[in-house]
């Protein structure tokens, strides 16, 4: 029997991307096809997703959702089904998805997420003819109060809901006075409800009402239990720990192929590897950095502290002095995105920075560096590993969530194993992040080392087959549970 999922979230590729989520989300639905689950995804109508749409029509409307004009656009997304919520006053704005074009969060953030989690738990119980859906799947706070209306005002039989945590960072608070809007009863402004700290916890309330819960890595499944990394959360999660589930993410191996890649100068294979110094010498050149020996390290990133980055500066002379060159590409603090650009007028010809967001750039950058740094303070997942092991771009990795789980660090074991894929350091410390930058070097200059870890990186399978088939049994089993 196919399963139907309704798949609920902020973004997915190719129609609108903030991070790795969108990647996720546009991933999920060929991810479980293969083991019948038809997935229809839902995302709010931004400006940039109403204009993705093609072959679009209207399959319901709302004269009041939440108190604003809204109807249901059905189209379709990687040639899945899409269903968008076109709610103009709330989506349709210049700037991102969550704030305007200088970063600042859109004041009523509260009210648009709770208005698509509204429309959410109407079509997951039935309010829209021609579509209905065994589970409900939520995905980060934007979706969180679908559980919360499925469970509390479901317009008819409510399926049972899956909330899945791509970052316990962001946990969607509002103040109280949204509650009222919500058209949830008093009995929903409880402990196990949607209260939170005396306002409306948006992840907090999906969690609550899920039937299961998901992480996107075993590691983070086991860290989000304490203090530090459950941020608030990790009591509710150690009290719900039977229903936590790690699922590592997969890549989508068509886009983030090196031997089919189109944006690449040179494309090539774990057989064709010594075609990569095309590719790197091109991406040099890109960053107007001289020609070296040394490793040119390379970071793809939101600049931000979870991702270490204040870290990755305070040692970035030392990475110089190493011999080694750095090339990063990202966007987020302003006041990173300043020590960076300092970082680079400093060193000239070693260290080269684009602050932006820029796909084909990102591609290149994988099948031309030779190693990406992500020191990460927390990694629920994290992707830009994932896609550097694909490319043979060695990934040298902070020791925790995601990134423990998918990179095998080249200690002398493992590399006599050959399974060694990376380099892994405990502490996000200046200290350890520069033993880990010498200890790259240090390998980068075995060039049969160096390529026996590229070549097993290369090989690790990171597709979404076996993800795929963990979501689709999750899935069954609650259906089960009924
Ligand atoms: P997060 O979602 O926490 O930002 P992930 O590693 O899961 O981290 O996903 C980040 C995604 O965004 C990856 O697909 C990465 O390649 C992409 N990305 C991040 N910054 C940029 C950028 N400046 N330009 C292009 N792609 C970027
Ligand atoms: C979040 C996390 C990242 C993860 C992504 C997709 O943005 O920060 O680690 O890979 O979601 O699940």
């Given at each position: 029997m196919t399963i139907t999922v309704l798949s609920i979230a902020s973004e997915a590729v190719p129609l609108i991307k903030t991070g790795g989520l969108a990647d996720v989300v546009g991933a999920l639905p060929q991810a479980v096809a293969q083991h019948d689950v038809a997935m229809t995804t839902l995302l709010p109508g931004y400006r940039a997703v109403m204009a993705g749409?093609?072959?679009?029509?209207?399959?319901?409307?709302?004269?009041?959702?939440?108190?604003?004009?809204?109807?249901?656009?059905?189209?379709?997304?990687?040639?899945?089904?899409?269903?968008?919520?076109?709610?103009?006053?709330?989506?349709?704005?210049?700037?991102?998805?969550?704030?305007?074009?200088t970063g600042r969060d859109w004041a009523d953030n509260g009210l648009r997420f709770a208005a698509f989690a509204r429309a959410a738990a109407d079509i997951a119980s039935g309010a829209v003819r021609g579509h209905a859906f065994d589970i409900a799947h939520a995905h980060d706070w934007q979706a969180g109060l679908t559980g919360?209306?499925?469970?509390?005002?479901?317009?008819?039989?409510?399926?049972?809901?899956?909330?899945?945590?791509?970052?316990?960072?962001?946990?969607g608070h509002f103040p109280r006075a949204l509650f009222a809007t919500l058209g949830l009863p008093d009995a929903a402004w409880s402990i196990d409800g949607v209260e939170y700290h005396g306002g409306v916890g948006f992840l907090k309330a999906g969690l609550e009402a899920a039937g299961a819960i998901t992480t996107v890595s075993p590691t983070y499944a086991r860290e989000i239990r304490t203090p530090e990394f459950g941020m608030g959360l990790d009591g509710l999660i150690r009290a719900r720990?039977?229903?936590?589930?790690?699922?590592?993410?997969?890549?989508?191996?068509?886009?983030?192929?090196p031997a089919t890649?189109?944006?690449?100068?040179?494309?090539?294979?774990?057989?064709?590897?010594?075609?990569?110094?095309?590719?790197?010498?091109?991406?040099?050149?890109?960053?107007?950095?001289?020609?070296?020996?040394?490793?040119?390290?390379?970071?793809?990133?939101?600049?931000?502290?979870?991702k270490g980055m204040d870290v990755?500066?305070?040692?970035?002379?030392?990475?110089?002095?190493?011999?080694?060159?750095?090339?990063?590409?990202?966007?987020?603090?302003?006041?990173?995105?300043?020590?960076?650009?300092?970082?680079?007028?400093?060193h000239p010809g070693k260290i080269g920075v684009r602050i932006g967001y820029d796909e084909a750039l990102s591609h290149r950058m994988q099948g031309g560096g030779d190693a990406i740094l992500v020191p990460s303070r927390f990694?629920?997942?994290?992707?830009?590993?994932?896609?550097?092991?694909?490319?043979?771009?060695v990934p040298v990795v902070a020791?925790?969530?995601?990134?423990?789980?998918?990179?095998?660090?080249?200690?002398?074991?493992?590399?006599?194993?050959?399974?060694?894929?990376?380099?892994?350091?405990?502490?996000?410390?200046?200290?350890?992040?520069?033993?880990?930058?010498?200890?790259?070097?240090?390998?980068?200059?075995?060039?049969?080392?160096?390529?026996?870890?590229?070549?097993?990186?290369?090989?690790?399978d990171f597709s979404w087959g076996r993800s795929g088939k963990a979501y689709a049994d999750l899935y069954a089993s609650l259906l089960e549970v009924r």
């Open positions: 749409l093609t072959k679009s029509r209207a399959v319901h409307t709302w004269p009041q959702l939440l108190g604003e004009p809204a109807r249901l656009i059905s189209g379709t997304i990687g040639g899945h089904p899409l269903l968008v919520v076109d709610a103009p006053t709330l989506f349709l704005r210049d700037g991102g998805p969550y704030g305007d074009a919360a209306f499925l469970r509390y005002a479901p317009v008819g039989k409510a399926p049972p809901s899956v909330m899945t945590i791509h970052n316990m960072a962001f946990q720990q039977g229903q936590v589930h790690g699922i590592v993410n997969g890549i989508d191996t068509h886009d983030w192929d890649d189109p944006h690449l100068p040179a494309m090539f294979s774990a057989r064709t590897l010594g075609r990569r110094a095309l590719n790197r010498a091109a991406l040099g050149a890109e960053f107007g950095l001289e020609p070296g020996h040394g490793p040119l390290f390379v970071v793809i990133s939101r600049l931000t502290w979870q990755l500066l305070d040692v970035i002379d030392h990475l110089v002095a190493s011999g080694a060159r750095l090339a990063v590409l990202g966007s987020g603090d302003k006041a990173l995105e300043a020590g960076f650009a300092a970082a680079a007028v400093r990694e629920p997942c994290g992707l830009t590993q994932l896609y550097g092991l694909a490319y043979g771009c020791r925790t969530g995601g990134l423990a789980d998918t990179v095998i660090d080249a200690n002398l074991a493992a590399r006599n194993a050959g399974v060694a894929t990376g380099v892994q350091f405990n502490a996000v410390t200046p200290d350890a992040l520069s033993e880990a930058i010498d200890r790259t070097v240090a390998l980068h200059r075995q060039p049969p080392v160096w390529q026996a870890i590229q070549r097993a990186g290369m090989k690790a």
